[in-house]
């Protein structure tokens, strides 16, 4: 007996769904129930990868998930982590916070090892500043050949309080070890939900992009296998202060929460509730400042998870190497600057604050590198806004891209792309902010998936709607085979390497006149002495 044409059609449909995975994943700890999108896109929000970090846990290395009973809901972001200079726990913040999204194509099955874009956010490390992205924008515009994976991390004295009593009786850098954490999540879980574990890119924005490199260069560059690619934007190289270094801040806490009379100053600070502890979670000077930086917790030099400088780390080649994008913003300083700053003693002032360790004499040069005349001027500003933002944004975004983009070339790793945004949104053009920091992830990831922070300029009616399916289909190629070029857009130019024979060459990206430019000679030679004193602003 012969089956007709539309029962084979309808019996092979039936097959492929029955290899799709299944929204309910089964994992060795729990399971989660998924949600199927009308976009072809399943994600699983609110997946837990760490027990949550509180009690005897506060200020500890993160531990794997414990068993939970039945099957989870995973159609909710799980909360976010609590900030410095934010309120208390709430509806959608809280210290329970090591949780993931994930997003992949609905039709995926458990034989498609798709590519894995790992993503870890910004915020200065002392917030969560890009949470909750929707993935399904860059799933889809890589034709449902890539999954991706967004996660939350301890950020603020949560993440990042260093000390002695820490050493002691706790683990120091536990926000780099939560992404860690989240990476060994991937390598063992992933494939349940069609992931490839042995092809993942690494990516991240701001200080999510300083985080891969501190994930390249931690252990003093070990491979562990976690990532086999990293894509980067606006890579920061903070200062890395030592565990003695940041006591400072360690005391600081113990005073302001009452804890100084306690026998055990930690046990005290373990015991406080988190509303308690958030009333005293804010920034004061570094010894020597004389203002508040931006972000006073941060990476430690603890000489185990980071064992260098970031400088010194890629110039001795101490780091993993994988293909890699790194890339910046036209005007990286500007959203960071005192809109206000006037005179050249506010300015100096103002970098002081962020890099303590900066003598006379190197601001001298520096105040000669970036001069006030030339400037643009605009309303509601000092004269001396764009003049500080320019120094900020290439001392801690643009040069060290360039830095490490040069090193790849010098060790012959040919993989290596370096582009800068400059996509003029009107609005932000006209206020002054010009191209700002990480704005183009609004591109990558789609103007409709990121919390609603886009520009109108990009959205598809926008003035600059064409530029996102321009950096998608370079991101997405990326992803899918560590190479920009090969799945790009039609059309697009290509972009070429980083490299010996082709050195500060990087892709501009603007509407209408995205194409290979030089790192202009002016720009090498303030990233060079910039590069000249890193070490000793403890870059």
């Known amino acids: 007996m012969f089956l007709s044409t539309t029962y084979l059609s309808a019996f092979a449909w039936l097959c492929r769904l029955s290899l799709a995975v299944n929204p309910t994943v089964d994992l060795d700890y729990t399971s989660y129930q998924g949600v199927p999108l009308p976009n072809g896109v399943t994600q699983w929000l609110g997946v837990r990868y760490a027990a949550s970090p509180v009690g005897d846990l506060r200020f500890r290395a993160p531990q794997p998930p414990t068993a939970m009973n039945g099957t989870q809901d995973a159609s909710a972001h799980g909360p976010i982590c609590l900030g410095t200079n934010a309120g208390p726990p709430s509806n959608t913040s809280n210290e329970d916070c090591l949780f993931l999204d994930i997003y992949a194509p609905t039709n995926t099955t458990s034989s498609s090892k798709l590519p894995v874009f790992f993503f870890i956010q910004g915020g200065g490390f002392n917030t969560d500043s890009n949470p909750n992205l929707n993935g399904s924008g860059l799933v889809t515009a890589s034709g449902n050949a890539i999954m991706t994976v967004g996660i939350n991390y301890r950020v603020g004295p949560y993440g990042f309080l260093a000390g002695q009593e820490i050493l002691d009786n706790g683990n120091t850098n536990n926000g780099l070890r939560d992404q860690r954490l989240a990476l060994q999540w991937v390598q063992r879980y992933i494939a349940s939900f069609g992931g490839d574990p042995g092809h993942v890119t690494m990516g991240g924005d701001s200080a999510g992009a300083q985080s891969v490199n501190l994930q390249v260069t931690a252990y003093g560059g070990r491979n562990d296998n976690l990532f086999h690619a990293t894509a980067a934007e606006s890579q920061s190289f903070s200062a890395l202060r030592t565990v003695s270094e940041n006591q400072f801040a360690y005391d600081?806490?113990?005073?302001?929460?009452?804890?100084?009379?306690?026998?055990?100053?930690?046990?005290?600070?373990?015991?406080?509730?988190?509303?308690?502890?958030?009333?005293?979670?804010?920034?004061?000077?570094?010894?020597?400042?004389?203002?508040?930086?931006?972000?006073?917790?941060?990476?430690?030099?603890?000489?185990?998870?980071?064992?260098?400088?970031?400088?010194?780390?890629?110039?001795?080649?101490?780091?993993?190497?994988?293909?890699?994008?790194?890339?910046?913003?036209?005007?990286?300083?500007?959203?960071?600057?005192?809109?206000?700053?006037?005179?050249?003693?506010?300015?100096?002032?103002?970098?002081?604050?962020?890099?303590?360790?900066?003598?006379?004499?190197?601001?001298?040069?520096?105040?000669?590198?970036?001069?006030?005349?030339?400037?643009?001027?605009?309303?509601?500003?000092?004269?001396?806004?764009?003049?500080?933002?320019?120094?900020?944004?290439?001392?801690?975004?643009?040069?060290?891209?360039?830095?490490?983009?040069?090193?790849?070339?010098?060790?012959?790793?040919?993989?290596?792309?370096?582009?800068?945004?400059?996509?003029?949104?009107?609005?932000?053009?006209?206020?002054?902010?010009?191209?700002?920091?990480?704005?183009?992830?609004?591109?990558?990831?789609?103007?409709?998936?990121?919390?609603?922070?886009?520009?109108?300029?990009?959205?598809?009616?926008?003035?600059?709607?064409?530029?996102?399916?321009?950096?998608?289909?370079?991101?997405?190629?990326?992803?899918?085979?560590?190479?920009?070029?090969?799945?790009?857009?039609?059309?697009?130019?290509?972009?070429?390497?980083?490299?010996?024979?082709?050195?500060?060459?990087?892709?501009?990206?603007?509407?209408?006149?995205?194409?290979?430019?030089?790192?202009?000679?002016?720009?090498?030679?303030?990233?060079?002495?910039?590069?000249?004193?890193?070490?000793?602003?403890?870059?």
Not at 282 to 304: E, I, K, R, S, V
Not at 429 to 453: C, F, Q
Not at 526 to 539: M, N, V
């Open 252 to 539: 600081g806490l113990v005073i302001r929460t009452g804890c100084a009379d306690a026998n055990d100053t930690l046990s005290c600070l373990r015991s406080l509730t988190a509303t308690q502890l958030q009333e005293q979670n804010f920034n004061t000077p570094f010894p020597g400042a004389q203002q508040p930086p931006l972000y006073m917790y941060g990476p430690t030099l603890d000489f185990d998870f980071v064992t260098d400088y970031t400088y010194r780390a890629y110039a001795q080649g101490a780091f993993v190497k994988v293909p890699a994008i790194a890339g910046d913003d036209t005007n990286e300083g500007t959203i960071f600057t005192p809109k206000d700053t006037a005179n050249i003693s506010q300015s100096d002032a103002f970098i002081q604050a962020q890099f303590p360790a900066i003598s006379l004499a190197q601001l001298k040069v520096w105040n000669t590198l970036y001069p006030v005349n030339g400037t643009p001027s605009f309303p509601d500003s000092g004269r001396y806004w764009r003049q500080v933002s320019n120094g900020y944004g290439e001392m801690r975004y643009i040069c060290p891209g360039i830095f490490i983009s040069g090193v790849f070339a010098n060790m012959s790793m040919n993989d290596n792309w370096n582009y800068r945004w400059n996509v003029i949104d009107p609005v932000s053009n006209a206020d002054g902010l010009g191209v700002s920091h990480t704005i183009e992830l609004n591109a990558i990831w789609g103007p409709n998936n990121t919390g609603g922070g886009a520009p109108a300029s990009y959205y598809p009616s926008g003035v600059n709607g064409a530029i996102v399916p321009i950096i998608q289909g370079y991101w997405t190629s990326f992803i899918r085979c560590y190479n920009p070029n090969t799945h790009r857009l039609a059309g697009t130019p290509e972009w070429e390497a980083w490299t010996a024979d082709n050195e500060f060459q990087r892709l501009m990206f603007q509407t209408n006149n995205t194409h290979m430019e030089a790192v202009p000679a002016d720009q090498q030679a303030r990233c060079a002495y910039l590069a000249s004193i890193g070490l000793s602003l403890e870059q």
